[in-house]
Nanobody, 123 residues
Framework: QVQLVESGGGLVQAGGSLRLSCAAS????????MGWFRQAPGKEREFVAA????????HYADSMKGRFTISRDIAKNTAYLQKNSLKPEDTAVYYC????????????????WGQGTQVTVSS
């Protein structure tokens, strides 16, 4: 069982940066793939980025490439999403997710979800 708690959301101006954190509990965290998703008001939840169990492989949605970076610290049981050059359209609730399978995270079907953290980008 894995429990996920996101933090680091807030209000930021366009062009600014923000780093989200996802603290995981559970003995098997180090063997799980992690991912970030987001849901904007009135829209469906969409994939942002994923990272495999040891951080050796990452995958991004095309619109996030170059601006967002996913990483993880296994010793701290934490995953991160560094977001740069933020735009108002990045405003959304950002969710952390985890699954033993990297493919399931990339495809948007991870087994475990956090409760989300709000990110608002002002113009």
């Amino acid at each position: 069982q894995v429990q996920l708690v996101e933090s680091g959301g807030g209000l930021v101006q366009a062009g600014g940066s923000l780093r989200l954190s996802c603290a995981a509990s559970g003995r098997t965290f180090s063997s799980y793939a992690m991912g970030w998703f987001r849901q904007a008001p009135g829209k469906e939840r969409e994939f942002v980025a994923a990272i495999n169990w040891n951080g050796g492989s990452t995958h991004y949605a095309d619109s996030m490439k170059g601006r967002f970076t996913i990483s993880r610290d296994i010793a701290k049981n934490t995953a991160y999403l560094q977001k740069n050059s933020l735009k108002p359209e990045d405003t959304a609730v950002y969710y952390c997710a985890a699954d033993p399978g990297y493919t399931r995270v990339k495809s948007g079907h991870p087994a475990y979800w956090g409760q989300g953290t709000q990110v608002t980008v002002s113009s």
